[in-house]
């Protein structure tokens, strides 16, 4: 019988591994960082109300035509939301016919301030049917020394609002 030997076996070798350095995706995150400043920006832009370029001030004709008597009321919409209207007697004491008009609203809070300015088209209130309704001044036009009631409508006002009737004041008017 021989004697088998085994041959010696190594001690296994433990290498120690410096941990590796974390790298991370600098450009990846770079580039993420410039997008999330794009959007914001974009954001900001078109969340922006746009000043109206080109005018200064009301239409020339816009002396023409009067508002009076404006009253507000409220009404609960179908979403849950609240609308608001304001109607009054409107006279075109000029001597052209009136098809398109806007009237600048400006609500102002408790101080004075302005806390909402709007321009909403004028809308001439027929009550002809069984409801009230709202209609644009190309489908029933504003006549030369003819007075109408009127409407404007307001989904959203700021609740700083001091629920005062704003000023109105008829800017842009377009006439036949």
């Known amino acids: 019988m021989t004697d088998e030997?085994?041959?010696?076996?190594?001690?296994p070798e433990f290498k120690t591994e410096q941990p590796k350095e974390s790298t991370l995706p600098w450009p990846a995150i770079a580039i993420g960082g410039v997008f999330i400043i794009v959007v914001v920006g974009l954001f900001i832009v078109?969340?922006?109300?746009p000043q109206?370029?080109?005018?200064?001030?009301?239409?020339?004709?816009?002396?023409?035509?009067?508002?009076?008597?404006?009253?507000?009321?409220q009404a609960e919409n179908f979403m849950g939301g609240t609308v608001t209207y304001i109607e009054g007697q409107v006279a075109n004491t000029g001597d052209k016919t009136v098809t398109r008009a806007t009237v600048e609203a400006?609500?102002?809070?408790?101080?004075?301030?302005?806390?909402?300015?709007?321009e909403l088209p004028l809308q001439i209130l027929d009550r002809s049917g069984p409801y009230p309704q709202a209609l644009d001044l190309q489908i029933s036009p504003l006549k030369p020394q003819q007075p109408r009631e009127f409407r404007l409508t307001l989904s959203h006002i700021s609740a700083d609002?001091?629920?005062?009737?704003?000023?109105?004041?008829?800017m842009m008017v377009e006439t036949q």
Not at 54 to 70: F, K, M, R, V
Not at 106 to 116: A, I, L, R
Not at 162 to 170: E, F, Y
């Open 46 to 49: 078109l969340a922006h109300k």
């Open 52 to 73: 109206r370029a080109g005018t200064s001030g009301p239409s020339a004709y816009a002396a023409n035509i009067n508002l009076q008597n404006a009253k507000l009321s």
């Open 161 to 170: 609002w001091n629920q005062q009737a704003p000023r109105l004041k008829v």
């Open 106 to 118: 400006t609500f102002q809070n408790s101080m004075g301030e302005t806390v909402e300015q709007e």
């Open 5 to 11: 030997q085994t041959p010696p076996q190594p001690e």
